[in-house]
């Protein structure tokens, strides 16, 4: 338990429990901070606390009334956003006997009518199948379920706005697994994406930059540091060597080098220079692989980057 601060955001007086540092009776559950706190003394007696309610706001009670519903929170990677019944696979009731044979006769034609009627026509057949692809393809890439909600969201915003009309369904799933994968600053390629997904890698980057242009969206620059761990894990090189090769790119970054290059060719040569100077002899071919480049490109960049930086290599 620790002190705080007494400025609490929006707080309601927590009944029947007391402080155990001054016994005060004054102990608040702040919702902003999402901590239970004694405003007399600042003592926090709860942190990091779960929020049980409901995943929606309301101000007034018809809105309440409209709002409220039973199951789980609502998501953007189901097609019907996880409003749907389910009919659970295990043939046991509520109280967890087995059900008679006659029982799941009617259970298993429940659950086929369930998934017939689940998605009735086209226009919740596309998005299904589109959404199905996308947890596909992120489960691949090993990407969180918020990374996969965000693409899930633009995916809707890019149809809602009938950009996905004369593209292939394929292409703007990828397209938008990339712009989700871009948002949150994770260190995933076209050819990354292109390699998992159904088109190639030119349909993605035209699909992913006319969806881009067209809902405005307001990427970060991608940052070649990002890709530095990544590149070291698969190449096998020491944090020594990581650090390092992080030092290079922000004193290229400072000297103006890596605008406009591409961020995985800046780190695959900055590791390249790392590792040979930490006596971790790599290759240019075993780094331009692992960064998906070509040498040329890598030898390229490492010119650059020696030549202003004058960053050698200890041979």
Known sequence: MTKASHSLGRENIVPDLDCPECQSSAVVRDYQR??????????????????RGPDWRAFSQEERENKSRGGPPTTDTIHDKGLSTMISKKNRDAQ????????????????????????????????????TELDRMASQLGLSKSVQGTAARIYRQAVKKNLIKGRSMEGAVSASLYLACRDARLPRTLSEVAEISRVDEKEIGQTYRFIARELDLNLPLADPASYVSKLGDELGISGEAKVKAMEIIRKAREENITSGKSPPAIAAATIYIAARNNGEKRTQREVSKAADVTEVTVRNRYSEISEKLEEKIEV
């Open 96 to 131: 967890g006997n087995k059900l008679s044979p006659k029982q799941r006769s009617q259970i298993y034609r429940l659950r086929k009518w369930q998934r017939r009627t689940r998605v009735s026509d086209s226009t919740e057949r596309n998005p299904a199948f589109a959404l």
């Open 34 to 51: 999402n901590i239970v706190i004694c405003k007399d003394c600042g003592l926090i007696l709860e942190q990091e606390i779960k929020d």
